[in-house]
């Protein structure tokens, strides 16, 4: 297995944000979104970078016949990606009350990126999975969002012990959206981005065009 970078790395936060300014775009209408709520996000959920919405677009014509994207989150509020990170965190050392602060970010960024350098803060990741024709979600082998504890680590993208079906569908779903230029975050199947620091350290890109945004309300549809 290849060495799993987890947002904590310092590598990550290294990387240098030129802002392009390109603006958060609602994808409803354009894909399938799941009818899960996020009530703290206020709608936002649904929003993306336009660039990444194109990509995921891209993707969308690639996977074979009968199948689609299924989107269920976007973008966050940076004060919502804090509040989720800590909330986390929270519950690791309440389970682990001897481990260390730096063990505790590292665990916590596993299944929720640190704030100042979410994917999501910035509009460049989407959490998302796959579909039939008719809407239903196909078998990917954990419950979208299940975290390392309670999935016992099959939500890590390569995880041994899932079943053959739910490994071809993350397979099927890996190669539609590398192609389309996205890059997933190993210890979640079902999170991709494009744009951000973490794409750029995985593709080699000198900077990340999308930083961290507030959802302007012009973007918002106010």
């Not at 299944?111 to 796959?130: F, K, M, Q, R, W």
């Not at 196909?138 to 995880?159: H, R, V």
């Amino acid at each position: 297995m290849s060495e799993i970078i987890l947002m904590s790395d310092a590598r990550v936060a290294a990387v240098a944000v030129e802002e392009c300014g390109e603006p958060l775009v609602d994808v409803s209408g354009s894909l399938l979104v799941d009818d899960r709520k996020y009530k703290d996000s206020l709608g936002a959920e649904t929003h993306l970078r336009r660039g990444v919405l194109e990509r995921l677009l891209r993707a969308q014509s690639l996977l074979p016949d009968g199948l689609r994207l299924l989107f269920v989150e976007g973008y966050r509020p940076p004060a919502l990606q804090r509040r989720y990170f800590e909330r986390y965190a929270d519950e690791l050392r309440a389970a682990h009350p001897q481990w260390a602060a730096d063990r505790i970010r590292t665990a916590a960024s596993r299944y929720v990126s640190p704030p100042e350098i979410a994917p999501h803060t910035a509009g460049a990741a989407v959490d998302l999975t796959l579909a039939d024709a008719d809407g239903r979600e196909l078998d990917l082998g954990t419950a979208m969002n299940a975290s390392p504890e309670e999935s016992g680590g099959a939500c890590y993208t390569d995880a041994a012990g899932i079943s053959e079906e739910a490994r071809e569908n993350r397979a099927v779903l890996g190669r539609a959206l590398g192609a389309a230029g996205l890059v997933n975050y190993p210890t979640e199947w079902w999170h991709w981005s494009y744009g951000d620091r973490y794409w750029a350290l995985a593709t080699g890109a000198a900077v990340a065009p999308y930083g961290p945004k507030e959802l302007e309300a012009q973007e918002a549809g106010a």
